[in-house]
Structure formats: structure tokens, C-alpha cells
């Protein structure tokens, strides 16, 4: 075991070391790697932020069913308690038209307008909240409302969430499209990176290799090294993310304001941070791997 | 121990490097091969580091097969054997010392073993004050005797040696073969290859002849 870790401390200190004799060279990878993790990596904040806009349950998407005035007072309730038993429905609530006009009395300036009204124009309204929100279940329910006994009408509400949430269905869609991309382009230039390393550094390999050398010994440095290509692409891609967000975070803040709403784009949480940096890692990992595992093949005699 | 049963070797394009050779070398022996370049004698000591396989016999190090030998149990034959190469293979990024530590960094010796068994076998070879050097200050000879520390920093039980004295003069070559003796009279198996007869024949041992591929026979003054 204490053998083990000193191989590895060993490795790893090799590793670095090859890292900063070309400090330039690492510099411009970092950079390199960095700009194809930002893309995605900040693709993924604004979706994650956007998508905790479109699920606020103030704008969750809900259903009104506005009941006919000429309707029996008992048809609004007999239809609530029904909806309450339909598994569908998360959450029925009934405005019945007296509360309505006394809500809209309430209403700054509209007392006067109620009172000209003589007789009451509201209908009784049932609002309904349903569990989950697929469209197909949503445009169903207003369908099926529509004839039921009693109903006016019944209304899908919050459109544009649905549709910011068909966007965004869309852009996250694309985003792992181009995640896929830039995860096998990272790949590919820890593998070049690697496949460079190791050429400078042939002999040594070459004779390690026939003095006794296990190919897990020579790899060893090489995949710390990948490693740390990696790692070093993640810090520039969180620097390239974080200024990014607080560049569009000043202009946000202003838009935002003006529609009452504190919404900013927050930055990556610890924990995707560092689920970022182990992608990351791990895919210049596996380019190493790739890379030094192929030459130890081309240099085995056959 | 090592033994060879008909053994050959083709390479690909058809050239036969050796033809049913078969011969064995007991524990502690000292055995010259011998031939002109292209006889077999480099790709014979390849044979035994399991560096080439055989086309057709079989190679036996110490009751192992290697010419079947898996690829991830080749690094432990090589460690139990000590490699001098034809054109040494020395390390010139870094020193002398360095270049002895090489085989240490992978048998896994604690730290101060590792330097102490590095300067013992500097030592042995007489380049124990050339330590901090680079392999390009060292004369021929130097460089030579600093190929044969790193073969034997391991404690190897066989040492195989390819063409040790080419290129050197002499008085170099006598000195290079009077550290193989040294180490072979301290139980030692030693395989040189050379096409230097008349320097063998100064040792009296048991040589092997090579010619195309074949064993001619085996003569020395035993």
C-alpha cells in the first residue's frame, strides 16, 4: 500500500513536472480546453437558470374553467369536488362569483365600476393546477371541461411558459448535441497533447519499457498529465463562465426589475463545479489513456 | 538457468536470423557468442529478454517459457535480467546517477535503498566520481561501463551483454570484460555477444559460434 501511494505520488510529480517544463504550451492547451468547456458549461447555467423561471409555481401551467352565469350555483361545487377525485388534477380551486366581484371591488379604483354594474358579469371559475405539466394531459383536461355541463369555457393559462419550456426542451437538446461534440474534441486534443509528450520523451519510454518497465508504470505520468489538462481547462471555463454571467447579470438585473422579479443567472453551485471538473478531468484522462496506451502497443515487437 | 531447444527466428520479409539453434547455459556460467554481424547473435540475447519471440522452438529462462509469455509478465523477466544494449541506450537528459536510478524507480525500493544499491553499482564500474556528469561527457569506455551499472543496479541473476566492446580500444574493451568476469565470479550468469575473438579467447570459457543463423559449434579453452 505505502509502495502504491508512492508510485502514484511519484507519477504525479512527474507529471507536473513535464507540465511545467512547457508552461507555454500547457497555457494555450488550458486556454484551448477551457474555451470548449465554457460553451457548454455556460449553456448550462443560463438553461438551469431559466428553468427555475419557467417552474415557479407562480406561473405554472393551470387551467381556468369559467362556469355559464345562467349555471345553478351547485354546478361549480358538484364539478370542484369531482376534480378533486381526478388523479390528474393536483390542486382545484374554486372562485365562486361572489368572491370574484368582491375581489374586484377590492381593486383600487374599480369600486366605482362594480357599483355601476347593477347585477353581477363574473362567472363562478374553478382553478386547476395539474400534477405535472405535459401539454397533451393539460390540452385533454380543457377539451374534455369544454363540454362538460355548466362550463362556458375552459382555458390552458400560462401559454408562454409552456412555450419557454418547449424552448428550452430545445436548447438543452442542442446543448447536449454540442456537449457530445466538444466532450469527443477534448478528448481528441488530450490525446494530441499526449501523443506530443510522449514523443519527446520516446527514449525514456523505450528504455524503461525493455529494462522491466510495467506499461501501468509508464502510462502512470502521462494520465496525471491528462488529468491535469484537464483540470487546468476547467478553472478557465468557470473564469470564462463567471465573467460571462456577470457581464449579462448587469443588463439582466435592470430587465428584470422592470418586471418586478429579482431574477438573475446564478453561477454553478460547489457540487457542479465539481461535477464539471470531473468530466473534465476524466475526459483527458481517457485521451492520455488512449494516446500512450496506442504507442506502447506500436512499440511492442511482434 | 537457460535453454534453448531449435530454436528460429524470421523476421517479417523472410530473412532467417536463426535457424534450430539449441544449446543451455547453467546458473553461474560465463559464455561468449560469437559470429560476424547478421550471424543471430543480438537477435539470440533478444530472444531471451523476450524482445523478439521465437518463430519456432522454445526459449526457456529459469523453467519459463518466454517466448509465450504474456505482454504484462514481460516486465518481470526483465527485471530478474540485466540488459547491456548493442548501442547502450543511455538517458542523456540527465546524469549519470540518474541514469543508474532508472531500473530503481519501477522495482520499488524505498528511497535510500534505491540511492544506496545507484551508488554501489557506480561504484562497481568505477563511475562513482562521475556521478552529477551527463552520459555525452563520458568517454566511450565511461559510457559503456555506465550501460553495464544500470543493467546490474537490480542484482540481475543473468546479465546479457550485446557487442559490450565495440568501438572501444583495447585496453577499454579488456577493462569492460574484466567487470563481466567480476560480476560472474559472484554467481552471475553472463551472455556476452561479440565478434571480438581474439579478445574471448584471452578468457578461456566456453564460447558459442554463430554463423547465418546456425550454431557452428561450441569451442573455447574450458
Given at each position: 500500500m505505502r509502495s502504491w501511494l508512492r508510485q502514484h505520488r511519484l507519477a504525479l510529480a512527474a507529471a507536473i513536472r513535464k507540465w511545467r517544463a512547457q508552461r507555454a504550451a500547457a497555457l494555450l492547451n488550458a486556454l484551448a480546453l477551457g474555451v470548449a468547456l465554457a460553451l457548454p458549461a455556460g449553456g448550462y447555467a443560463v438553461l438551469e437558470a431559466l428553468d427555475r423561471l419557467s417552474t415557479r409555481s407562480a406561473i405554472d401551467p393551470q387551467l381556468s374553467v369559467f362556469m355559464r352565469t345562467d349555471a345553478e350555483p351547485e354546478a361549480a361545487r358538484q364539478l370542484a369536488a369531482r376534480l378533486r377525485g381526478?388523479?390528474?388534477?393536483?390542486r382545484v380551486r374554486l372562485i365562486t362569483r361572489e368572491e370574484a366581484l368582491a375581489a374586484l371591488r377590492g381593486t383600487s379604483g374599480l369600486a366605482d365600476v362594480v357599483a355601476a354594474?347593477?347585477?353581477?358579469?363574473l362567472p363562478d371559475t374553478l382553478v386547476l393546477t395539474v400534477a405535472g405539466s405535459s401539454d397533451g394531459v393539460l390540452d385533454q383536461l380543457a377539451e374534455e371541461l369544454g363540454r362538460a355541463p355548466g362550463v362556458a369555457l375552459a382555458q390552458v393559462d400560462a401559454l408562454w411558459a409552456r412555450r419557454l419550456a418547449a424552448l428550452e426542451r430545445v436548447g438543452r437538446l442542442a446543448l447536449a448535441l454540442l456537449a457530445a461534440i466538444l466532450a469527443v474534441g477534448l478528448v481528441a486534443i488530450a490525446f494530441n497533447t499526449i501523443r506530443l509528450q510522449i514523443l519527446t520523451q520516446r527514449d525514456e519510454i523505450e528504455v524503461s519499457k525493455l529494462i522491466g518497465a510495467t506499461d501501468g508504470f509508464i502510462q502512470r505520468p502521462f494520465l496525471y498529465l491528462g488529468l491535469l489538462q484537464g483540470l487546468s481547462g476547467v478553472l478557465v471555463a468557470l473564469a470564462l463562465v463567471g465573467a460571462g454571467l456577470t457581464l449579462m447579470n448587469t443588463e439582466i438585473v435592470g430587465l428584470a426589475r422592470s418586471y418586478g422579479s429579482e431574477f438573475r443567472l446564478p453561477f454553478f453551485s460547489s457540487g457542479e463545479a465539481v461535477a464539471l471538473a470531473l468530466i473534465a478531468g476524466g475526459l483527458g484522462w481517457l485521451g492520455a489513456y488512449m494516446s500512450v496506451s496506442r504507442y506502447l502497443r506500436e512499440i511492442e515487437p511482434k | 538457468m537457460i535453454s534453448f531447444s531449435a530454436v528460429s527466428k524470421r523476421f517479417p520479409g523472410g530473412k532467417d536470423a536463426l535457424r534450430g539453434v539449441s544449446f543451455a547455459v547453467e546458473d553461474g556460467e560465463l559464455l561468449f557468442i560469437t559470429g560476424h554481424s547478421g550471424a543471430g547473435k543480438s537477435t539470440l540475447l533478444k530472444l531471451i529478454a523476450a524482445i523478439e519471440r521465437p518463430s519456432s522452438g522454445s526459449v526457456l529462462v529459469n523453467g519459463q517459457n518466454v517466448g509465450a509469455l504474456k505482454r504484462a509478465a514481460i516486465p518481470y523477466l526483465r527485471r530478474n535480467l540485466g540488459l547491456v544494449f548493442q548501442d547502450q541506450k543511455l538517458l542523456y537528459d540527465r546524469s549519470v546517477y540518474d541514469n543508474v536510478m532508472l531500473p530503481l524507480a519501477f522495482s520499488d525500493h524505498p528511497p535510500r535503498e534505491a540511492a544506496r544499491r545507484a551508488r554501489a553499482a557506480l561504484d562497481k564500474v568505477g563511475l562513482l566520481e562521475r556521478e552529477r556528469a551527463n552520459p555525452i561527457q563520458l568517454s566511450g569506455g565511461e559510457q559503456q561501463r555506465l550501460a553495464i551499472a544500470r543493467a546490474v543496479v537490480n542484482r540481475p541473476s543473468i546479465l546479457l551483454a550485446d557487442e559490450p566492446t565495440a568501438n572501444l580500444d583495447v585496453d577499454s574493451a579488456g577493462h569492460i570484460l574484466d567487470i563481466f568476469v567480476a560480476f560472474n565470479r559472484v554467481g552471475v550468469s553472463v551472455l556476452v555477444a561479440t565478434h571480438d575473438l581474439a579478445l574471448v579467447e584471452r578468457y578461456g570459457t566456453r564460447v558459442l559460434r554463430l554463423a547465418e543463423g546456425r550454431l557452428l559449434g561450441e569451442g573455447g579453452g574450458g
Open positions: 381526478d388523479a390528474r388534477i393536483h354594474l347593477g347585477s353581477n358579469p | -
